[in-house]
């Protein structure tokens, strides 16, 4: 049996294994609170698992060890920014979201959650909310399936618009069904999966490199002078105070993930938060040491054999295909698969709940039973999936690319107001209003005309102006308009008595 037959046999098994997680789920499904929100019946374990899993997608497997192969180890700022803000997450929004989002009517999303919290009686605050959620989760899902299409291109040679449609239908295929659980359940499955091909590659690859620390360093300065300092690029230019803020600064953009803030709000007992953050940080912290290990272990390897690689971010592929028997590089190829479908199910999921919850139920149809939300849940997956494997058969796009835009967006509109309506009582809706708005279109106008400022002032990432703009407005506008109603403070003191 030759080694494509291999790797066809491993990812088939992979694939029955989530599909059959997904017809099981499916089975216990009942209505569109289980489909959306699982019921809110998450362990730790599960919920720490797939909050992992579904925050990294594909870029940790592929974006960010290529970025660690061609600029070297300046790409600790970032992952040293993405640490600080998920532990952040957990600790300052996890507990009192899940409290909160069920006080205020058993709030299933965080576009219902923030107009419950301010009284938005016309809910525009839902409606903006669920239009920016759906415009930046296209391009993140996007991402997540180009990284499928870069996958099965490399691996079997595949055209790549056909590697692309391949890895849109794993996922859909799973999702459609069994909703919320079949995304957590397979999500848990691939985090361990991502965790453990993460450190295990990079270990083999330096047994393949002679182990002494002097010969190691002389070929990682060799093939880049450059590589171990972290206060330069890989063109030996100095790292600038924006530049380098602009790496820590995607730490921020925990505050706003909608896939990753739904975890939070779907565990069964609130008190095991603490155990779920310990576990997730944790898991955090080895994967992203194992990725920037697999950058620079791939470097020494190539340079070492003097291979050539065109594509950096398929650093990993390559590795794995070298270096081990087609039976194991199967399963390590699987885990950036794993990678891909935990962070591209939740995205799909999340889509699906804001056009059936957000939009549907609240402008459309306000009579809609839970059925019929369910149905409208499951259409709407497959509808994203379409427009979003669109947006991907561009084979140019890179996933760090499409994944840094999407997340600053979410994290300029939602990161602030979270914040605010968790922790300030004098928080209304004129002001919440302001902030997703401004948040969104700052990062948007950024991202396209910031090339046109002054300096170096262009390069900085646009989730920084977005998140202070979307602040300061937040409480500017907040303090000029009228106070919140009576009722509304009296909800926010009696959760912040129950959080004590």
């Known amino acids: 049996m030759n080694m494509t037959n291999q790797l066809v046999i491993t990812f088939f098994v992979y694939f029955i294994v989530m599909f059959l997680i997904g017809i099981y789920a499916y089975l216990r499904t009942k209505n569109s609170e289980d489909?959306?929100?699982g019921g809110r019946s998450l362990g730790p374990w599960t919920t720490a698992l797939s909050a992992g899993a579904s925050d990294m997608s594909g870029w940790l497997l592929l974006g960010l060890p290529g970025y660690v192969f061609i600029s070297g180890l300046d790409g600790i700022w970032l992952t040293g920014g993405l640490l600080i803000g998920g532990w952040c997450n957990w600790m300052f929004l996890a507990k009192p979201l899940r409290v909160y989002s069920e006080a205020l009517d058993n709030s299933l999303t965080i576009p219902d959650f923030l107009s419950n919290r301010v009284k938005d009686n016309k809910k525009i605050i839902q409606l903006?909310?669920?239009i920016l959620i759906l415009v930046f989760f296209l391009f993140y899902t996007s991402a997540g399936l180009v990284a499928g299409g870069k996958?099965?291109?490399?691996?079997f040679d595949f055209d790549y618009k056909i590697a692309v449609t391949i890895g849109t239908i794993s996922v859909v295929s799973y999702t459609l069904?069994?909703?919320?659980?079949?995304?957590?359940w397979t999500d848990m499955i691939q985090?361990?999966?991502m965790m453990a091909a993460l450190l295990i590659v990079p270990i083999f690859a330096l047994n393949n490199i002679p182990d002494n620390l002097q010969n190691i360093i002389s070929i990682t300065n060799e093939s880049n002078p450059y590589f171990l300092n972290l206060f330069v690029d890989s063109k030996g230019e100095k790292l600038s105070f924006l530049a380098i803020i602009s790496l820590a600064a995607w730490g921020l953009g925990y505050f706003g993930q909608p896939h990753i803030l739904a975890r939070f709000a779907a565990i069964k007992n609130y008190r095991e938060l603490k155990i779920s953050r310990r576990i997730a940080v944790t898991w955090t912290f080895l994967c992203m040491v194992g990725a920037v290990a697999v950058g620079w272990c791939g470097m020494l390897y190539f340079k070492q054999n003097s291979l050539l690689l065109v594509d950096p971010e398929q650093i990993f592929i390559q590795l794995v295909s070298i270096l081990f028997h087609p039976l194991m590089a199967g399963i390590l190829l699987a885990a950036i698969l794993a990678a891909i479908m935990s962070t591209a199910d939740s995205q799909l999921l999340i889509c699906s709940t804001t056009?059936?919850?957000?939009?549907?139920?609240?402008?459309?149809?306000?009579?809609?039973t839970p059925n019929e939300l369910l149905n409208l849940g499951r259409i709407s997956v497959a509808i994203i999936a379409i427009i979003a494997t669109a947006l991907a058969y561009n084979p140019d796009s890179t996933v760090l690319g499409l994944v840094s835009y999407a997340w600053a967006g979410l994290g300029a509109s939602f990161g602030p107001a979270l914040l605010m309506s968790l922790y300030w009582k004098r928080i209304n809706y004129q002001g919440t209003l302001?902030?997703?708005?401004?948040?969104?279109?700052?990062?948007?106008a950024w991202k396209y005309y910031s090339h046109l400022l002054p300096g170096d002032l262009g390069m900085l990432y646009e989730i920084i102006p977005g998140f202070i703009i979307s602040l300061v407005l937040i409480t500017i506008v907040s303090l000029v308009t009228s106070h919140p109603e009576k009722d509304i403070l009296d909800k926010f003191m009696e959760v912040k008595e129950k959080l004590k």
């Open 35 to 37: 489909y959306f929100l």
């Open 355 to 368: 056009i059936a919850e957000d939009l549907y139920a609240r402008f459309i149809r306000p009579e809609a």
């Open 128 to 130: 903006v909310s669920s």
């Open 151 to 155: 996958l099965f291109s490399a691996v």
């Open 191 to 193: 985090g361990l999966m």
């Open 177 to 184: 069904f069994g909703g919320f659980m079949a995304v957590c």
């Open 434 to 444: 302001a902030g997703i708005v401004s948040g969104g279109a700052t990062t948007i």
